[in-house]
């Protein structure tokens, strides 16, 4: 029943943007954040964004992605602007359960940056 979907992903030009979606379901999510990962390289931190609001974002996003949530649907965003090939990665939506602080991992979804 736990369940964190991801959507969204795409093949865009650099440049472009692209809105990520991820749907919390069979808990209740605390704090949610995305990580990316590209091939060869390690799962990193993109932005997480707390119960209360309160968001952080890595020093290669800033200025171009906003996290944002809206709770009465138990979902977490991610707006993408100013793409660069170096974006390229699989996004990953990640969660904490209110419930009994359970660690939650969706399944990814691939976002492709072209020149």
């Not at 749907?23 to 999510?29: K, Q, Y």
């Not at 977490?76 to 100013?82: A, R």
Request: proline share 2%.
């Amino acid at each position: 029943q736990v369940q964190l979907v991801e959507s969204g992903g795409d093949l865009v030009q650099a440049g472009g943007s692209l809105r990520l979606s991820c749907a919390a379901s069979g808990f209740s999510p605390g704090a949610m954040g995305w990580y990316r990962q590209a091939p060869g390289e390690q799962r990193e931190l993109v932005a997480i964004i707390t119960s209360g609001g309160t968001a952080v974002y890595a020093d290669s996003v800033k200025g171009r992605f906003t996290i944002s949530r809206d709770n009465a649907k138990n979902a977490v965003y991610l707006q993408m602007n100013s793409l660069k090939l170096e974006d390229t990665a699989v996004y990953y939506c990640n969660a904490r359960s209110r419930w009994n602080a359970g660690l939650y991992w969706g399944q990814g979804t691939q976002v492709t940056v072209s020149s």
